[in-house]
């Protein structure tokens, strides 16, 4: 049976959080037909903790030995970051939230080549899926942040998805949280919108809507106005299929342009730190050296979660704490 997939399957899958030598992948499988990667991953291996996995491209299908550059698409539950990922792979491997099928619970990689340079897309949990039987806010917050932490080849394109109609509050919250807070607005950011499939012209969104970002000072590096969904078969085609294809061409040259050639390891980010003023007297008498310190309050990253992601201060605290554990 092993054998079969190993011959036939397009794809390779990476488990992440698990000790396996990359060049023997547990599993080789097929993505076509109902057979997403979440699918396969998590009936295949149930009895595993997953961090995440990734899915590649046999080698006879990937352009060149560099390592991808690693995209990382963060945003809402059900703003389309899963169906814009299944728009650059040309396939159904990323499982979407409508029709009943799952939502995305880890992040998932999927490696795709644009312009002659492989990329990592890496797909993730909503940020705001806190209902019942879905990855709460807080757990997606972590999750993401032990991704960029884990990615030893850095992260070079962030991207901040969401759907139309307008920016909300919260998408700034979520701004500030991963490019200011942890990428130390150190990596590009770039802006997909979905849902526009009924405007007679998609990019007018964004001139109609362009200083709502300036005020809350999301500035990024490009911008894609797009519809993630091809709509109904009539006639033997999809009504949008125009604009799906017009909107992938435009998420690619999105991620060319601004994707950056030298990726960015995170940091690990200072939570919790305490402000020594700098008040230090050196006095040299005889062999003794006297070092006064003073030492302020506790502040750090955790006071920005406070200020300027609008948390509650014990959430804050509760998600510093969780958040500080992360290797
Ligand atoms: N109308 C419309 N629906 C979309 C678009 N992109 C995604 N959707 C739908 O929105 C729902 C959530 O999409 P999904 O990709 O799972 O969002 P995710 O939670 O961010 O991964 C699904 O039913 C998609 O079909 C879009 O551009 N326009
Ligand atoms: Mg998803």
Redesign the pocket.
Known sequence: MERYWRERAPYVIHITGVDINPSQPLFWISLSGDCTAEHAVTHGITNLKLDGFIVSPKPSLVMDEQPPFNVVLF??????????VNMLLGSDA??????GRG??FQSAGYDIVIGKKNFRIH?TA?LEEGEKGRVPAHDAIVQLYKLLRSLEDGVSLLVF?M?APRVKKSGQHNWILFHDIMCQSKVPIAIVV????EEDDMDEWWEDNEDVFREYGMLSHGHAC????RGKKKNGRFIFQEEYDESKVKVENMIRKCYKVEQRRLDKVQWFRRVLYETRYEHHCFWTEIIKEEVGEIKGALDDLVSRCGMPEKDAKLLAEELSRVP
Not at 194 to 197: A, K, N, R, S, V
């Open positions: 945003g809402e539950s059900g703003c389309g970051k899963s169906s814009i990323a499982a979407t939230s409508g029709g939502c995305t797909d909503g998805c759907k979905t849902g526009l499939e797009i519809t993630a969904i």
